[in-house]
């Protein structure tokens, strides 16, 4: 639903500024480098909502995870490039259809990434 929200009145400013966090994902060497700007990508659409509270929620998501480093012991360690460009390819959907101002193919891109991340967890 945020992603639609954001496709709708999305500025071509703010759209590079999702860009530029997309980008920076694909430079992460790290687990925790990874991991944060994910979650920076993510907390850009929320910003971008203007909805108070949904950036409400997602700032306690973000302090959840930090307070559990992120689930990781390994947070230092190298991540996969495989990792890297998976996730990147399936953001970038996220992140074209709100560029795009497609208001569905954003809901479902975004319902893809969050579904394929929960059956990662499970696992």
Not at 8 to 22: D, N, P, Q, T, V
Not at 105 to 113: D, I, L, V
Request: aromatic share 14%; proline share 0%.
């Amino acid at each position: 639903i945020v992603c639609s929200k954001v496709a709708e009145s999305i500025s071509k400013k703010e759209a590079k500024e999702l860009k530029y966090k997309l980008n920076l994902i694909k430079k992460s060497k790290i687990w925790l480098d990874f991991k944060v700007r994910t979650y920076d990508f993510f907390y850009c659409i929320y910003l971008l909502s203007k909805n108070k509270y949904y950036i409400h929620f997602f700032e306690e998501v973000i302090e959840d995870r930090k307070k559990l480093n992120f689930d990781g012991k390994l947070i230092q360690n190298k991540v996969s490039k495989i990792v890297v460009i998976n996730s990147y390819l399936s953001l970038i959907k996220i992140y074209d259809a709100i560029n795009e101002k497609k208001l569905e193919h954003s809901f479902n891109a975004s319902k893809e990434y969050l579904s394929s991340m929960l059956m990662s967890i499970h696992l």
